[in-house]
């Protein structure tokens, strides 16, 4: 089992930054990709961001040349710049093994509130 812990968000004016973290514990030799995926009412699970253990990131069209995502071996980093009303969501920090079929597993964190005023 891989467990993963959040920290950062919180509230912000239009405009701003905030940055979130995300640190992952237990069985981490399995893990491949990490990322980060918002939720709100409306739009249910979205992507924003993914990495894979080669750093290669990957991001959500509303978030392209705002937010970095970066990694260092089982943490990741989310740096939200230029925050938008609608960036308000919960965050939750993903990691997958890469594998496919039944042999695919997924992890979530608990998320975190990123809320954005004007």
């Known amino acids: 089992q891989v467990q993963l812990v959040e920290s950062g968000g919180g509230s912000v004016q239009a405009g701003g930054s905030l940055s979130l973290s995300c640190v992952a514990s237990g069985r981490t030799s399995s893990i491949n990709v990490m990322g980060w995926y918002r939720q709100t009412p409306g739009r249910g699970r979205e992507l924003v961001a993914t990495?894979?253990?080669?750093?290669t990131p990957k991001y959500g069209d509303p978030v392209k040349g705002r937010f970095t995502v970066s990694r260092e071996g089982t943490k990741i980093w989310l740096q939200m710049n230029s925050l938008k009303i609608e960036d308000s969501a919960v965050y939750y920090c993903?990691?997958?093994?890469?594998?496919?079929?039944?042999?695919?597993?997924?992890?979530w964190g608990q998320g975190t509130q990123v809320s954005v005023s004007s």
């Open positions: 990495i894979t253990h080669l750093n």
């Open positions: 993903n990691a997958e093994n890469g594998l496919i079929g039944p042999s695919h597993r997924n992890w």
